[in-house]
């Protein structure tokens, strides 16, 4: 039992230390896209066009912000957003563990005491 909730406690440690720092997550996704610039004679009119990144994020309401990216800020926003689900893994992965802790939590109680007796889908 112990052992058991000693595990459970190194499993969350484990998640907290894998995570970046909180500050430096950024929720949306990094996109490029490529634009003519109008120019005439530019090698973009007929060839290919400019390439041009973005972040692009949806805010409550649908309405999406995009914000341009100069090439030195590409690395950063990326490694932002990548954050940004690394959190989210460990709040989902946090959850589970906590859940079992709950589960372990409950088990010494005096046996069917105050417990509700409905059926659950798990235990
Ligand atoms: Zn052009």
Redesign the pocket.
Known sequence: MNDDREALRSRRQRVLAALPPLEEILRGSVFVRSL??G?AG???VSGEG?RAVYLSVTLPGGRTEQISLPPELVRTAKQWVKNYTLWGKAVEELSAINRQVLRQRRRPATPSAGRPRRKRRRS
Do not use: V
């Open positions: 003519r610039c120019k530019c090698r973009c400019h």
